[in-house]
């Protein structure tokens, strides 16, 4: 079925994302570019050759990628003021919309895969959101979604967040309308830095505490202090930026407590894959 051509989504909400999203020229610590690049190319094998929506897009750092192995690739996000940056770097190269997760402004059978990254817990119905997607996709078509991992003793929640996934809450929401899932586990806790292993305990009082940062100036500080250097965030993901390691399967029936984030795949059953082929 041909995509429809992308309508202004409704948008319901008022809280305003652009002080926690990762924007390109913003300051990083080399970790937090590597899981950039991981979780987009991850989506890139696995949307080889489809028609994909990123949602959540925020400053569109992996669309460019996603450009060149993809049939075609729409994003959008619900924050205007992040979507703007994204638009001033791609201009007409990718059509970019502003919408709402949980109503997405495509018609049924648009695509072949559908992209949230680090945002499923800003979602305020994650039921919603997995609805939509089974309404946009193809027969065979993949929800691709990456999150921090919740069951980490020193796990953080965002501001503004709802709810957390870990491993079986991931299977079940999308379980619980006919997908079939795998995951992954990136970033494992026992391959960071000295320094961030020995600053876990403190960050777990700091959590426990409430005294985490809430702001980019003041996380900047911090990131400084417990990653040491830190880069400028890319606009645009390239190929070779990072070396790809092999992820660690996770089993998707109890909480995994060794990764940072998390990496699942739920896809539509007695289908075909992006690229057609069997999977």
């Known amino acids: 079925m041909a995509r429809p051509a992308p309508a202004a989504g409704k ?17 990083s610590s080399d970790e937090q570019v590597g899981r950039m690049c991981r979780r987009y190319y991850w989506a890139g094998d696995a949307c080889r050759g489809g028609d994909v929506l990123e949602a959540a897009c925020g400053g569109g750092q992996g669309l460019g990628y996603l450009l060149g192995l993809a049939k075609s690739v729409t994003a959008g996000d619900y924050d205007a003021r992040v979507l703007r940056v994204a638009r001033g770097h791609y201009g ?7 919408f709402d997760a949980q109503e997405l402004p495509f018609g049924p059978g648009s695509f072949d895969a559908v992209i949230l990254f680090e945002a499923l817990y800003y979602v305020p119905s994650a ?14 078509g993949k929800v691709l979604v990456a999150t921090a991992n919740r069951d980490l003793f020193d796990f953080q929640p965002s501001p503004h967040s709802h709810r957390y996934y ?17 995951q992954w586990g990136d970033t494992p806790v026992t391959e960071v830095s000295l320094r961030q292993r020995i600053l876990r305990p403190v960050k777990w009082l700091a959590v426990k505490l409430n005294l ?18 830190l880069i400028r965030m890319p606009s645009e ?11 660690s399967v996770l089993p998707t029936d109890v909480p ?18 992006c690229d057609g082929a069997d999977r």
């Open 237 to 247: 993901l390239q190929s070779g930026m990072w070396t790809m390691p092999l992820l």
């Open 212 to 229: 985490m940062p809430g702001n980019k100036v003041a996380k900047a500080w911090l990131k400084r202090f417990v990653f040491g250097g």
């Open 127 to 140: 039921d919603r959101f997995v609805a939509e997607c089974r309404r946009v996709l193809r027969p065979g």
């Open 11 to 27: 948008v319901t909400t008022v809280v305003e994302f652009s002080e926690f999203t990762e924007l390109p020229g913003d300051l």
């Open 166 to 182: 870990g491993v079986p809450q991931l299977r079940s929401l999308f379980e619980g309308q006919g997908f079939v899932v795998r």
């Open 92 to 98: 007409t190269r990718v059509p970019l919309v502003r």
């Open 256 to 273: 995994d407590r060794a990764h940072k984030v998390l990496l699942c795949e739920a896809r539509l059953p007695d289908g075909r894959g």
